[in-house]
Nanobody, 115 residues
Framework: QVQLVESGGGLVQAGGSLRLSCAAS????????MGWYRQGPGNSRDFVAR???????YYADSVKGRFTISGDNAKNTVYLQMNSLKPEDTAVYYC?????????WGKGTLVTVSS
């Protein structure tokens, strides 16, 4: 069993920054990718960013140039640096990972951006 634990959410003013972290623990042989999705009030869960095992990164158009995803393979941890935050970035951010062929999700961390 694998657990994903997110941290780093909170309240920030528009234009501010936050850094989210997600650590994977448990029985892990290989991680295909780790990434982030988000779900705003009344919205579906949408893709934000992803990083592959080789370091390749992908971003939603809405966050390109503002968010940066990075990973620490030794710690099985992924980070999401969020800059120039906007009120529309307010959402619960969920960490996800493909571990040994199985998709896992964290419980989410709330990010609130005030105007």
């Amino acid at each position: 069993q694998v657990q994903l634990v997110e941290s780093g959410g909170g309240l920030v003013q528009a234009g501010g920054s936050l850094r989210l972290s997600c650590a994977a623990s448990g029985s892990i042989f290989s991680i295909g990718f780790m990434g982030w999705y988000r779900q705003g009030p009344g919205n579906s869960r949408d893709f934000v960013a992803r990083i592959g095992g080789g370091g390749s990164t992908y971003y939603a158009d809405s966050v390109k140039g503002r968010f940066t995803i990075s990973g620490d393979n030794a710690k099985n941890t992924v980070y999401l640096q969020m800059n120039s935050l906007k009120p529309e970035d307010t959402a619960v951010y969920y960490c996800t990972a493909l571990v040994d062929g199985t998709r896992y999700w964290g419980k989410g961390t709330l990010v609130t951006v005030s105007s």
